[in-house]
């Protein structure tokens, strides 16, 4: 009884292992699928002087697309990357954003904002807000594009319609607690944004 009973639990913990040695697999085969399934919670987006209208908006200067680079997707971003250089191909992820995310200041957190120009707009870096922070000088960060054209800097910039560029900064941690709902945006313009545990 001994016996049949041992084989039973060695039959049980091979399954346990087997299914486990399967998921990890199938993971790592597909690292691109935790990109996808991070980067939705992760994002935010919002218009610059439009008016909304239904599930549209209207007349907007400018579209801001915020991305929250936590540690969950720094990771997933070098499993991506690792599985690319494995197999001789590149996504055009900068890796730069992998060593800032993994990098990161003490007691900060990394965004990274898309900035699309949908008329000519005066932008200025000190207008944008996540959780009631402007950045400053010393937390804007370079390296984020493959094309240094396409990156804005600290200032006031004159964006041409059509213009679609990025910035990226650092936010002290304080201003965005795991859990919280706050706000971000540019000037009065802002949206509520829940931020992922």
């Given at each position: 009884?001994?016996?049949?009973?041992?084989?039973?639990?060695?039959a049980?913990?091979?399954?346990?292992?087997?299914?486990?040695?399967?998921?990890?697999?199938?993971?790592?085969?597909?690292?691109?699928?935790?990109?996808?399934?991070?980067?939705?919670?992760?994002?935010?987006?919002?218009?610059?002087?439009?008016?909304?209208?239904?599930?549209?908006?209207?007349?907007?200067?400018g579209?801001?697309?915020?991305?929250?680079?936590?540690?969950?997707?720094?990771?997933?971003?070098?499993?991506?990357?690792?599985?690319?250089?494995?197999?001789?191909t590149?996504?055009?992820?900068?890796?730069?954003?992998?060593a800032?995310?993994?990098?990161?200041?003490?007691?900060?957190?990394?965004?990274?904002?898309?900035?699309?120009?949908?008329?000519?707009?005066?932008?200025?870096?000190?207008?944008l807000?996540?959780?009631?922070?402007?950045?400053?000088?010393?937390?804007?960060?370079?390296?984020?594009?493959?094309?240094?054209?396409?990156?804005?800097?600290?200032?006031?910039?004159?964006?041409?319609?059509n213009?679609?560029g990025?910035?990226?900064?650092?936010?002290?941690?304080?201003?965005?607690?795991?859990?919280?709902?706050?706000?971000?945006?540019?000037?009065?313009d802002?949206?509520?944004?829940?931020?992922?545990?």
């Amino acid at each position: 009884m001994n016996v049949l009973l041992n084989r039973v639990r060695i039959a049980a913990i091979l399954a346990v292992a087997a299914t486990s040695l399967i998921w990890v697999c199938q993971a790592a085969a597909n690292p691109m699928k935790d990109i996808e399934n991070l980067t939705p919670p992760r994002t935010a987006v919002c218009f610059f002087e439009g008016e909304k209208f239904a599930d549209l908006v209207l007349n907007a200067r400018g579209k801001l697309t915020f991305l929250y680079v936590d540690r969950k997707f720094a990771n997933a971003l070098g499993r991506q990357r690792k599985a690319e250089y494995d197999r001789g191909t590149f996504s055009g992820i900068p890796s730069q954003i992998f060593a800032y995310a993994t990098k990161s200041k003490r007691r900060h957190v990394l965004f990274i904002t898309r900035v699309q120009a949908l008329r000519g707009w005066a932008f200025d870096t000190s207008m944008l807000s996540i959780g009631g922070y402007s950045p400053v000088k010393e937390n804007i960060i370079t390296g984020i594009s493959d094309n240094p054209y396409l990156e804005l800097k600290f200032g006031e910039h004159s964006l041409t319609q059509n213009y679609d560029g990025y910035i990226g900064f650092f936010v002290p941690a304080e201003n965005v607690k795991p859990g919280e709902t706050i706000n971000l945006g540019y000037a009065e313009d802002l949206v509520e944004w829940q931020v992922p545990n």
